[in-house]
């Protein structure tokens, strides 16, 4: 069985991708096959959900300003039958604009319950005490100014699976 160990921001931009669906699919397939496990770190879970309504607005925003974008450019660019039935059309899904919220958190449910379904891993106090060290020393990811103590958790949880020493706690 393969396992996986994905970072917060993948799972985001998964999530907020419109043809992260395929992807989503797929790996839920592949875990319900058995062929796949997620290893869910505890900072994971936790990142995904402290974000996710963040990027779900931002991305519902974005994909309104693209709508509007693309009415003005139409309505600048000249008039024709065609322009005034696409024109009618954006309008329409602008009063529908509501409705494009649902459609964006459903893939972030979905990350979420594939996030639930996976084993939660913990870091042990080894894998603690190697990202004190790590961010005493100023070693990747501490090398920049970025707090980084998530990522360096990340890592080291990676570094105690791959070595066979995997904490776990029932989901």
């Given amino acids: 069985m393969l396992r996986l160990l994905v970072d917060t921001s993948v799972w985001l931009d998964t999530a907020k991708d419109i043809h992260g669906e395929r992807l989503i699919a797929t790996v839920r397939t592949l875990v319900h096959e058995r062929q796949v496990e997620l290893l869910v770190p505890d900072v994971v879970a936790e990142e995904y959900d402290r974000n996710r309504g963040q990027v ?26 065609r322009n ?23 893939r972030f449910t979905e990350v979420r319950d594939l996030l639930k379904a996976g084993r939660t891993v913990a870091p042990g106090h080894e894998a603690v005490q190697r990202v004190v060290r ?24 990676y570094r105690t699976v791959t070595a066979g020493a995997l904490v776990s706690r029932p989901g």
Avoid: M, W, Y
């Avoid at 994909?63 to 008039?79: C, D, N, Q």
């Avoid at 309008?91 to 919220?101: F, K, N, Q, T, Y």
């Avoid at 020393?137 to 949880?157: I, R, Y």
């Fill in 84 to 106: 005034d039935e696409l024109i009618e059309e954006l309008d329409e899904v602008a009063v529908r604009g509501p409705l494009i919220e649902p459609l964006v958190v459903n």
């Fill in 134 to 157: 790590r961010g005493l020393a100023k070693k990747a990811p501490f090398h920049n100014a970025k707090n980084s103590v998530a990522d360096a958790v990340l890592v080291e949880t």
């Fill in 56 to 81: 779900v607005a931002s991305l519902s925003a974005s994909t309104r300003a693209h709508l509007r974008t693309v009415r003005a450019a139409l309505v600048e660019h000249g008039r024709s039958e």
